[in-house]
């Protein structure tokens, strides 16, 4: 489970490529890699506060968007930085279902060097594909 980001994909925005051998790595790679933006060191934040995420979408690609919507989302109405770990993801009747637990800590500016401020996922270029190899996502961050 890795991310890269990708120079000169996108002017103004940040672009990564994420990839893990089943889905719930891979969101679980793209939160990280969607927080890694936002500040320099992702493992000072501490799990001192937990939210439960319920998401539901007829395709993987749009659960993965709305999912990183959620932390963003977070992050901007509470301060709340937030790394994801505990997903679980089942797919029945057409359609995915994802449960997840966040654990993070506000913003702490004294802790958390801060990079950019992620306003939104776009839609532009983004993607997620099943691979030989597992799973891999490609996400433009506006920031």
Sequence with gaps: MTYRYLEDFAIADIAFEATAQDLEKLFATA?????????EEIEAVEP???????LRNGEAEMLLFDFLQELIYY???????LRVRDITIERKNGAYSLRALGRGEKLDPERHEQRADVKAVTLHHFRVEQTEDGWRALVILDV
């Design 48 to 54: 001192r506060q937990v939210r439960r995420i319920e």
């Design 75 to 81: 992050k901007d109405a509470e301060q709340l930085l």
């Design 31 to 39: 939160a990280d890699a969607t927080l890694n933006v936002m500040i």
